[in-house]
């Protein structure tokens, strides 16, 4: 099955946001409450998504990946949001049964390819929940650097202080 990427439209904003609530159900049980990810996860991505994507800022950059015509993975970018670290990739999320199929990898190059077209002295970062072992392995292979962690609130819903790590590339190129 081929992969194509897009920059998303309005018209993509519920798949989109379907395919948010979803990963951080599967993804972060104990990093956000049970009673935000079995309830209103699903309505909270919707209003992000319809926001980010009928008001866009000009810095945002969302592109998503599709197979036979659906969305099965996402990234949201903020081109030069931190003086220091660059541009921020705000969301990356993949069908959890596509995990490993290359999808997150070829994300991250539409984010990289934008970056050098649009903010080439700019460099890439993130944020990644401690306890997400598997997308921390991933930006590692990818050749982010782990530059440390602190307590922070979850993004949405609520919930005590988790721990989550700055993931920085030294290049755009690397």
Known sequence: ???????ATSEDRLAIADLHAESWRHTYRGAY???????PVFDDRRAVWEKRL??????QFVVVAEEE??????????????EQWGTLLDNIHVQPEL???GIG??????????????????GLWLWVVGQNHRARR???RLGAIDRGAEL????????????VHRYAWATLDS
């Not at 409450?33 to 309830?39: V, Y």
């Not at 015509?69 to 931190?82: E, K, N, S, T, W």
């Not at 539409?110 to 002295?121: G, Q």
């Not at 993004?155 to 988790?162: I, N, V, Y």
């Open 1 to 7: 099955m081929s992969t194509q990427y897009r920059k």
């Open 33 to 39: 409450r049970d009673e935000f990810l079995d309830g």
């Open 54 to 59: 009928s008001e866009p800022p000009a810095n």
């Open 69 to 82: 015509g659906r969305i099965v993975g996402l990234a949201c970018a903020y081109g030069g949001d931190d």
């Open 99 to 101: 995990h490993g199929n």
């Open 105 to 122: 990898t070829g994300l991250v190059a539409e984010v990289v390819n934008w970056c050098l077209a649009h903010h080439p002295d700019s």
């Open 138 to 140: 991933f930006y590692e």
């Open 152 to 163: 922070r609130p979850p993004s949405a819903g609520g919930g005590k202080r988790r721990q």
